[in-house]
């Protein structure tokens, strides 16, 4: 049975930092391209930052660039997003994708809230 289990999340004060992680099982993890979405209250969820599954490339969307970088551990089977200099707008349920071909697989979400 695949399993993406998300953590890391919480309540931090603006320009604070925070990092996820995402782990694996059941799936050849290593295979796989990994995501991290997040979906604010009343909003669609929207792509946040994605890395290949070798870890060589990663793709940030604008509003998180240069704050925000993906990693992996193929490993250890675990995904990471460090995120730094948080602002209450990135205030949303995260979640973790893994992909290939056709197989799709989401974790449960994690919360982050950034407020003072």
């Known amino acids: 049975q695949v399993q993406l289990v998300e953590s890391g999340g919480g309540l931090v004060q603006p320009g604070g930092s925070l990092r996820l992680s995402c782990a694996a099982s059941?799936?050849?993890?290593?295979?796989?391209?990994v995501s991290w979405y997040r979906q604010a209250p009343g909003k669609a969820r929207e792509l946040v930052a994605t890395?290949?599954?070798?870890?060589?490339?990663?793709n940030n969307d604008g509003s998180v660039k240069g704050r925000f970088t993906i990693s992996r551990d193929n490993a250890k089977n675990m995904a990471s997003l460090q995120m730094n200099s948080l602002e209450p707008w990135d205030t949303a349920m995260y979640y973790c994708?893994?992909?290939?071909?056709?197989?799709?697989?989401w974790g449960q979400g994690t919360q982050v809230t950034v407020s003072s």
């Open positions: 994708k893994a992909a290939v071909a056709w197989n799709k697989y």
């Open positions: 059941g799936l050849t993890f290593s295979r796989y391209v």
């Open positions: 890395i290949d599954s070798a870890g060589s490339n990663t």
